[in-house]
């Protein structure tokens, strides 16, 4: 009678390591397939909607900084300007902390701001975009049809952030030569723009 026992007991250990192998094994080959259509899926991805849904929490942290510096500016809309911002600095392959910094240094967050002392016809916006020197290129891009549109807060930092990627091009990269430039001159521009968007 033990005997017996003894077997039955050795056989059901048996077909419980029988059904624990066949479970690990369904898990494996569940979690491969898995795998191999997110990577699928991934390759179908546009650049734009990869970064959207890999870097997600990067941009969120990154926002949630922009919108604090924003907020120290009375004219400024903080959560508006931060996501346009991080957009658009995606877009053109521009710095976001740089961007935002030409934002506050060209006019502390006002999208009215409009430099009539300017002799090209007025810088205009949030970034101050030049028409005369930038015009042909927003027209023909789509960014802007006149020269009032810079007025709006989201088209001048569209725009911005595509002036700035032509002035890298030209200047191979180099972010403080095209910082000059963009400023018409100023060789401390770099530094106020970095000391705009420290917190």
Known sequence: MSRRYYWDWR?????????????????????????????????????????????????????????????????????QYAKWVIRYSQQYRVPPRILAGIILQESSGNPKAHNRKDPYGGSRGLTQVCWRWWGNMLTKEGIAKRPEDLFHPQVSIQAGARVLRAILDQHDENLEKALIHYSGGSSVYFARIQARVSL
């Open 11 to 79: 056989l059901c250990l048996i077909n419980l390591s029988l059904l624990a192998f066949c479970i690990i094994c369904w898990l494996a080959i569940f979690l491969f397939g898995k795998l191999v259509w997110e990577s699928r899926q991934i390759k179908n991805l546009s650049t734009v909607e990869y970064r959207k849904i890999v870097l997600k929490a990067e941009k969120t942290k990154e926002q949630t900084y922009l919108e604090k510096v924003f907020s120290k500016y009375e004219k400024a809309c903080p959560e």
